[in-house]
Nanobody
Framework: QVQLVESGGGLVQAGGSLRLSCAAS????????MGWFRQAPGKEREFVAA????????YYADSVKGRFTFSRHNANNTVYLQMDSLKPEDTAVYYC????????????????WGQGTQVTVSS
């Protein structure tokens, strides 16, 4: 069982930056590949980024590629999503997720989810 707690969301102007964190409980954090997803009002949840167990491989949605950076620190059971050059269309609730399987980009492959953190980008 893994519990995930996101933090770092907030209100920022377009062009600004935020860094989201996701802290995980448990002693087997390095056994999980991790992902970030987001859901805007009236829209389905969508993939943002994923990272492998070691952190050596990352995938990004085309909409955030070059602006977002996903990293992990296995020693402190935390993943980070650095979000730069934010746009109003990045406004959403951002969810951290953990998978017992190899890195993946589909939400159905994730086993544990955090409660989400709101990111609002004003124009």
């Amino acid at each position: 069982q893994v519990q995930l707690v996101e933090s770092g969301g907030g209100l920022v102007q377009a062009g600004g930056s935020l860094r989201l964190s996701c802290a995980a409980s448990g002693r087997t954090f390095s056994s999980y590949s991790m992902g970030w997803f987001r859901q805007a009002p009236g829209k389905e949840r969508e993939f943002v980024a994923a990272i492998s167990r070691s952190g050596g491989t990352t995938y990004y949605a085309d909409s955030v590629k070059g602006r977002f950076t996903f990293s992990r620190h296995n020693a402190n059971n935390t993943v980070y999503l650095q979000m730069d050059s934010l746009k109003p269309e990045d406004t959403a609730v951002y969810y951290c997720a953990a998978s017992m399987k190899v890195i993946r980009t589909t939400s159905t492959g994730y086993d544990y989810w955090g409660q989400g953190t709101q990111v609002t980008v004003s124009s």
